[in-house]
């Protein structure tokens, strides 16, 4: 095995505590003779949640030489929340330990740059890896047996039970409901993602009429939307498909998706049972098509039931806000959709982009609230200037106003397309994550307190005081003029770059606003590039998209398995006397 840098892991220490201990704080110590797995995460992460069912089988098949600990990082100011933080894990059912680190001050330790990031400990507690972004199961599958072998020939692996203690069980009618949907017989349909399971309940919200489903046929299970046949189209969320469930036979069949996660330079259209989709999250029936806000690439998508066929309907894969032409607009997470009133236009809760927006029927993608990934609050009026955190979900009211449920803000919101005004209708809701219209009065899934709320639409909005916010992750300091970005790629042990059709990596950079770069704005195969900053514009945030492919390294195999490593970054960065004149990301590679 190859020769590893040795650097020795700093120490955890988080001012929220820890969660799945048993009450219990650990330290670095009690994983000495264990291989040890950091997981960089926060729970409005898209990538973060692939990566926790991307750990889960590797967990598991070294559950006496393998632990996995979350540390989790937050972006949102509700992120920082040591509740919300509880309610996460178990809403995502992390079956290892979590230390809450509200401040930032292990990821400050171990020199993070992005959500969600994985740093390997080996069983002496130094620090043999680190990867950002998702898709490195299989490297690090990989590095765990090499470090099995090492350290059971050394002596130095303890094999044992791990720290994990499961929480105790607790009896609701829903668990971390997503999305609610009012059938043809007046009963409510709502997605139980924690159970995996659809709820159909009587019309008062809360009389449990039937259970659909389970484990076996749904995961995670968000968005549902009436098709024309009576069916219900839903968001098999983590299954990476859309299904159908007919309410009169109990018949649930899937109409897209393979069950395997898109990736890049997957196709984006064709048959829609052999297409990979990605974390469908919502879905909304408009003009003769399933719109689907394809959460885990940042885009929409389309299927049409009469050719059988989905494609891509907007978006870039890149992460950011940015109008314009449908292929060309940037989403974050789009979470949310509703149809306005008079049909023309599909309303989007852009939940990382902490904003309200909609595609028309020309296929041009508008902003009504919101300017972007780290800007976010709590802030009534002029659209121009109001805030939301992280929302979920949308719903058209009766006036043609779309309700927004404001989740990390605990409240529902409303925009009125007349004035342009944002409003408060109400607030102290637990993440409302969806809501209904049900005889005049809004019926809301409130998902952190397990349960439907009905509200009656005041005809004035509530005001609140104004709260904005930006992401408390610090700026880059950087220099002004030339700096070199560098991109640091080492394919994992075992593979090696795939060149056999041309180059294998390709780097994409941006920036917002578009003047803080003065040249390496664009497209190319090199990893590293210099660009040239404006000291001028004194600060923004440099987009950055990188991926690189490998192949196993076997000659013997004439056919070797091959993988993409793929990441986005949104940097941060103020331009300072003294700033870094290099900045290094890390692709993926060791430590």
Known sequence: MATRARVRAPELVGGGGWINTGGKDLKLADFRGRILILDFWTFCCINCLHVLDELRELEEKHRDTLVIVGVHSPKFVHEADHRAVVDAVERYQVAHPVLDDPELVTWKQYAVRAWPTLVVIDPEGYVVAQ???????????RLVAELVEEHTAKGTLRRGDGPYVAPEPVATDLRFPGKALVLPSGNLLVSDSTRHQL??????GET???RIGGAAEFNEPQGLALLPDGRVAVADTVNHRI?????SSGAVETLAGTGKQWWQGSPTEGPALAVDLSSPWDLAWWDGLLWI???GTHQLWTYDPEAGTVRRAAGTTNEGLVDGPAGEAWFAQPSGLAVAADGERLWIADAEN???RWIDRDGSVHTAAGTGLFDFGHRDGDAAQALFQHPLGVTVLPDGSVAVCDTYNHALRRYDPATGQVTTVATELREPSGAVLVDGDIVVVESAAHRLTRLRLPEEAVRVAAVAHRTQRAATSVAGGAVLLDVVFEAPSGQKLDTRYGPSTRLLVSATPPELLRSGAGTGTELSRRLEIDPAVGEGVLHVSAMAASCDDDPANEYPACHVHQQDWGVPVRVTADGEDRLPLILAGMA
């Open 199 to 204: 709820v159909e309940l009587a019309p008062d």
């Open 208 to 210: 449990v009429v039937r």
């Open 131 to 141: 990867h950002a972004g998702e898709g490195h199961a299989h490297a690090i599958a």
């Open 243 to 247: 299904r159908a469930y007919d309410p």
């Open 293 to 295: 806000a394809m959460a």
């Open 354 to 356: 902490s904003a309200l």
